[in-house]
C-alpha cells in the first residue's frame, strides 16, 4: 500500500473546518454561557498518548477547554486501544455511561477513535448498540479530525469515517498540547511490518512509514529551547526507523544525543530482530541515553515464537541481553511476555521461566493470552484452557515480581539523579519520579530542602538527587538531597 505524505496545501479543507468550528462554538458557548469542554479519554500505549495530545491541541485551537477529570464534558473523546480485550470492554462499558449525559444534552458530542476503530467488528457494534457515538475514524486520519468533528456537528445520524490509506503527517502540521512538563512525546515512525500472529497492531495502524529525520530534529531542537528535560521517541518498532535519505534509529539517536538541554533521551519499543550492538554501544558512551532497554521477549520458546512470527530465537534474544548488561551495567532491561499462546505446551511454558530467570529482567509486563478477531492465532488449533493460563501465569509472577525486587533493592544505600515527575498518586506529600534505568522513585523532601510558597506540583520537570531508602516490589522510597 502506498503511503500518502500530507503536505501543508493538503490541509486547507481541515484549516477550514477549525475556523468554522470556532465560530460554532464560540456561538454554543454564547447559549449556554459558559465555556465549552472536552476531555480526551486515552486507552493503550505511548503513541495513543501523543495522538491525545494532537487531538487536545486540536480542541484548543477551537476554543475548548479541557474539562476536569471528574466533571461532564462537552465533547468526549474516546481514543481506543485493541490490543488487549480488556480495553474494549472498558470502552463499551464506558459508552453505556455516557449515553444519559447525551440524552439530556442534544449538543453533547461523543467520538470514539484509535485503533479499535480498524477492527470491523468493533466498528459494527458500535452502530449497531451506540448509535448516539456521533462520529467515529481511525487513527490514520487523525490530521482530519477537524474536518469530521464539523461533517459530525448537527447531524441525526451517526459519522463513521474509516480510510484505507496510510498516512505520514508531520507533527509540526498538527497542533499538540504536550500533557507533561518533564516529558514531550515525539513519534518518528508509524504503524508495523511485523504482522506477528496475535497482533491487531499492523491492521489498526497501517504500514511502517518513517518521519524525514530533518523534520524530527527540527522538532527535538524546538522541544529542548522550550525546556524539555526528556524526550521520548516512540514507534511501534523504532528500530525499523528508515529515513528518506537512507537514514537509520541510530542516526536518530545519536543525533539527539547531541542536542543541547535533554538530560533523558528514551526509547520504545524495540524488536528483537531489528536491535544492535551499535544501539546498544550508543546508549553507552552517551551520559544522557536511558540505560533501560525494553526488549519483548514474549516466550522463552523458539517453537513458539515461529507460531508467534517472531523471527528470532532465544539464542540470539540472550546474545542482546547479555551484551546490553557487560556494555550498560548499571541499565535495566524490561520485557512483554504473553503467557498461553495457542499451542503452548508445560516444556514451552518452561522455557519462558528458564530465560526470565537467566535475564534477571528488572520489570516486565505480562499478559495471558487475548484472542483478538482478525489475527492468525485466533483461528489457530489448540487454544489453552483458561485455568491452565491463569495458573501458568500465576507462577510467571511470581518470579518476575522476585526479580523486580531484588533489582528495586539493589538500588537501596544509592544516590541517584530523579527527574520528577510530579505527586505520587497515592500520597499528596510524597513526589514521584524515574532514574535514568527507568527505576520508579517514591521520595520526600525534607524540611531543610522545601521552598516556601512552592506547592509540590511545582517541582514537575525539575531535576534532584536522591537517596535510596526501601525498596518494594515495584519501586524504591527515597529521601532528596539535592535539587537541582
Known amino acids: 500500500m502506498a503511503v500518502i505524505r500530507v503536505n501543508p496545501?493538503?490541509?486547507?479543507?481541515?484549516d477550514l473546518a477549525l475556523k468554522e468550528l470556532v465560530e460554532y462554538f464560540q456561538a454554543l458557548k454564547a447559549s449556554k454561557g459558559r465555556d465549552i469542554t472536552y476531555n480526551v479519554r486515552t486507552y493503550g500505549c505511548q503513541l495513543n498518548e501523543s495522538d491525545s495530545e494532537k487531538?487536545?491541541?486540536?480542541?484548543?485551537?477551537?476554543?475548548l477547554k479541557e474539562a476536569r477529570e471528574d466533571a461532564p464534558a462537552d465533547v468526549i473523546i474516546f481514543n481506543t486501544c485493541a490490543v488487549r480485550e480488556n480495553a474494549e470492554d472498558r470502552l463499551f462499558g464506558n459508552l453505556g455511561i455516557v449515553k444519559a449525559d447525551k440524552k439530556s444534552d442534544k449538543d453533547k458530542i461523543i467520538a470514539v477513535c484509535g485503533c479499535m476503530t480498524k477492527v470491523p467488528e468493533n466498528v459494527e457494534k458500535i452502530k449497531k448498540s451506540f448509535p448516539y457515538v456521533d462520529l467515529v475514524f481511525d487513527p490514520q486520519q487523525l490530521h482530519l479530525f477537524p474536518v469530521f468533528l464539523r461533517d459530525a456537528v448537527g447531524r441525526k445520524k451517526q459519522l463513521v469515517n474509516i480510510s484505507a490509506e496510510d498516512y505520514i503527517v508531520d507533527d509540526s502540521l498538527v497542533p499538540i498540547m504536550r500533557k507533561r512538563k518533564f516529558r514531550a512525546l515525539v513519534p518518528i515512525m508509524y504503524g508495523c511490518n511485523n504482522f506477528c500472529t496475535y497482533c491487531i497492531v499492523p491492521y489498526a495502524r497501517g504500514r511502517e512509514r518513517s518521519r524525514d529525520m530533518s523534520e524530527i530534529i527540527d522538532e527535538l531542537n524546538k522541544l529542548a529551547s522550550q525546556g524539555y528535560k526528556e524526550v521520548m521517541l516512540l514507534g511501534q518498532n523504532v528500530n525499523s526507523y528508515k529515513g528518506s535519505n537512507g537514514e537509520r534509529f541510530p542516526d536518530i539517536l545519536e543525533a539527539a544525543s547531541k542536542i543541547d538541554g535533554f538530560n533523558r533521551i528514551r526509547f520504545m519499543s524495540?524488536?528483537?530482530?531489528?536491535?544492535?550492538?551499535?544501539?546498544?554501544?550508543?546508549?553507552?558512551?552517551?551520559?544522557?541515553?536511558?540505560?533501560?532497554?525494553?526488549?519483548?521477549?514474549?516466550?522463552?520458546?523458539?517453537?513458539?515464537?515461529?507460531?508467534?512470527?517472531?523471527?528470532?530465537?532465544?539464542?540470539?534474544?540472550?546474545?542482546?541481553?547479555?551484551?546490553?548488561?557487560?556494555?550498560?551495567?548499571?541499565?535495566s532491561i524490561s520485557t512483554d511476555i504473553i503467557v498461553g499462546f495457542p499451542g503452548e505446551t508445560e516444556e514451552d511454558f518452561a522455557c519462558t521461566l528458564d530465560v526470565v530467570k537467566e535475564c534477571e529482567f528488572d520489570s516486565a509486563f505480562t499478559f495471558q493470552y487475548s484472542k483478538r478477531p482478525g489475527t492468525k492465532a485466533a483461528l489457530m488449533e489448540d487454544?489453552?484452557?483458561?485455568?491452565?493460563?491463569?495458573e501458568r501465569f500465576g507462577r510467571l509472577l511470581a518470579i518476575q515480581n522476585d526479580?523486580?525486587?531484588?533489582?528495586?533493592?539493589?538500588?537501596?544505600?544509592?544516590?541517584?539523579?530523579?527527574?520528577?515527575e510530579g505527586r505520587s498518586s497515592t500520597a499528596p506529600d510524597i513526589l514521584t519520579g524515574r532514574t535514568l534505568s527507568n527505576h520508579l522513585v517514591n521520595f520526600t523532601i525534607p524540611e531543610e530542602l522545601k521552598v516556601e510558597g512552592r506547592s509540590a506540583d511545582d517541582y514537575e520537570g525539575m531535576l534532584c538527587d536522591v537517596k535510596f531508602t526501601n525498596a518494594?516490589?515495584?519501586?524504591?522510597?527515597g529521601e532528596m538531597v539535592r535539587l537541582k
Open 55 to 63: 487531538l487536545c491541541g486540536m480542541l484548543q485551537s477551537m476554543g
Open 270 to 331: 524495540s524488536h528483537p530482530k531489528d536491535i544492535s550492538t551499535e544501539i546498544v554501544d550508543i546508549v553507552s558512551s552517551n551520559p544522557n541515553i536511558e540505560t533501560h532497554l525494553h526488549l519483548p521477549l514474549q516466550s522463552g520458546s523458539d517453537r513458539i515464537l515461529k507460531l508467534m512470527n517472531r523471527p528470532y530465537n532465544i539464542e540470539d534474544y540472550l546474545k542482546t541481553v547479555h551484551y546490553f548488561r557487560e556494555k550498560v551495567p548499571h541499565g
Open 9 to 14: 496545501e493538503d490541509l486547507r479543507e481541515r
Open 472 to 477: 518494594r516490589p515495584y519501586s524504591v522510597d
Open 383 to 390: 487454544q489453552i484452557p483458561h485455568d491452565v493460563v491463569t
Open 403 to 420: 526479580l523486580a525486587y531484588k533489582s528495586n533493592l539493589a538500588k537501596v544505600g544509592k544516590t541517584e539523579e530523579i527527574l520528577i
